[in-house]
């Protein structure tokens, strides 16, 4: 069974950083686009940032130039690094990815919460 797991939530302060790490229990060449996706309490679901295989990547307007996305092949592991973060980004943070098989999968979640 193919599964998908978070790491590098917690907390931290205004401004601060984090970096989100999202291990794939198969090869990560077994995927396609993968990306993060994050849910606050009482929202619906978001989508933070993808990239593709070939790197080509997309953000949310509220994360462009604080977030970037990145997928290390030789690790296997997709990435997220947070900077300059805000009250608004606490979260429960998801990794996706889309199979070649054209299945998707989604990690159990990791917590960031942003607070002073």
């Known amino acids: 069974q193919v599964q998908l797991v978070e790491s590098g939530g917690g907390l931290v302060q205004p401004g601060g950083s984090l970096r989100l790490s999202c291990a794939p229990s198969?090869?990560?060449?077994?995927?396609?686009?993968m990306g993060w996706y994050r849910q606050a309490p009482g929202k619906q679901r978001e989508r933070v940032a993808t990239i593709t295989t070939g790197g080509t990547t997309n953000y949310a307007d509220s994360v462009k130039g604080r977030f970037t996305i990145s997928r290390d092949n030789a690790w296997s592991t997709l990435y997220l690094q947070m900077n300059s973060l805000k009250p608004d980004d606490t979260a429960v943070y998801y990794c996706?990815?889309?199979?070649?098989?054209?299945?998707?999968?989604w990690g159990q979640g990791t917590q960031v919460t942003v607070s002073s």
């Open positions: 198969v090869g990560i060449f077994s995927f396609n686009d």
């Open positions: 996706n990815g889309l199979t070649v098989n054209g299945i998707t999968y």
